[in-house]
């Protein structure tokens, strides 16, 4: 019953479509009929609005964080990787947006954060420094997801590497389009409108 309650309350709290409320709330539109379509904090700063693309980036990581936290706290260390599981899953698969999400990447990155925040810093390290080297989020975002079972496995457990392996195939997946866009030479930087 405790997996039960923690999977459920997690998913219903990954599903928040912050980039979307922030979007409508700032009068920019509604994102997904904005640039990529996608309601995370890269597809809202395609908008010009720098201010609303952070708080799409903190919302979106804090429903991961607070997950991962909240399940901790009531019912223990293995109901967190759990909850984060499943927070990411309501993010990529939201119940509010007939299942029709975002990549997941600040959700991800902000779970791995709550789990363990040494590999969750060393991700974000590796995502600052591919953007910075490349200046394309989504090439970022896949090569700091890729190397956060790496982290993961270094910081925290084998076990929280399996499960943030599983997490990052998933969100690797979600980026389809973006990889067949990166071998094109068609994927957009960042900051662009």
Not at 5 to 32: C, E, K, N, Q
Not at 41 to 69: C, E, H, I, P, S
Not at 82 to 89: C, D, K, P, S
Not at 141 to 147: D, R
Request: glycine share 12%; aromatic share 10%.
């Amino acid at each position: 019953m405790e997996w039960l309650i923690t999977a459920i309350a997690a998913y219903i709290l990954g599903s928040i479509p912050f980039g979307v409320a922030i979007s409508a709330a700032f009068g920019l539109g509604d994102i997904r009929q904005i640039g990529s379509g996608n309601i995370g904090a890269t597809n809202v700063l395609r908008t010009g609005n720098k201010f609303a693309a952070f708080l799409t980036l903190l919302l979106d990581a804090g429903k991961g964080a607070v997950a991962v936290l909240v399940a901790r706290a009531v019912f223990g260390e293995g109901a967190a990787g759990f909850a984060g599981l499943f927070a990411v899953i309501g993010h990529l698969f939201p119940l509010f947006l007939k299942f029709k999400g975002g990549k997941g990447v600040a959700t991800f990155l902000g779970t791995l954060l709550a789990l363990s925040f040494p590999a969750g810093l060393a991700a974000c390290a590796a995502w600052l420094v591919a953007a910075a080297l490349f200046r394309m989020s989504s090439l970022a975002a896949i090569i700091a997801v890729a190397l956060a079972p790496v982290f993961t496995f270094y910081f925290y457990h084998m076990h929280g590497a399996i499960l943030v392996a599983v997490l990052s195939v998933i969100v690797i997946a979600k980026h389809h389009a973006n990889i067949g866009r990166l071998l094109k030479g068609e994927e957009p930087k960042i900051g662009k409108k």
